[in-house]
């Protein structure tokens, strides 16, 4: 596992030791970022469910201004703590949060905290049953900010979740997706109410 491009690029990153951790492929990485190419630079970034933290790490390596990387397992949060060393970089010096929290848990705290980010990743166990519920929760708690999108990493064996993802959730509208394999990625904009 690596980082594909950016002031990081090719700096290979820890993997996890648990199958718990399933990190996103490097081509769909890829794919994700050239998606989200216009929108990196300087932009606030929340990687929910962040795993390794590889997501977050290529948010960082090619500009993002500052990540937010959330997940529930403590072996996951250890494992970004190291991958962030890897990168040189320390969450006291940079813009850079940890919060071992289950994803709703957090949504509801960053929403009290008024927080709002440009780029959402959200990228839970295949087999979770938190897509809806959570994506909800984005869209009440005002986490996404007007100009901004959230990807969310789905299997398309799934077929219950792909029809609810399909659909949006909330004033969240999928504009795009993709398929890679048993991947699929759906990315999201605030809904227009002009």
Known sequence: ????????????LKTPKTSAIRPTIDRVKESVFRILQNQITNAKFLDLCAGSGSIGLEAISRGAESVTFVDRHSD??????????????????????????SVQKAIKVLGNKSESYDLIYFDPPYDSRIYEGSLRLISENQLLSRSGLICVECSQTNKKIVEVLQLGVGDLRPYNQKCYGDTMLFFYKLEDKS
């Open 1 to 12: 596992m690596r980082i594909i491009a950016g002031k990081f690029k090719g700096r290979r």
């Open 76 to 101: 996951a949060i250890q494992l970004i703590r190291c991958n962030l060393h890897l990168c040189g970089l320390d969450t006291k010096i940079h813009q850079i949060q940890l919060r071992k929290s």
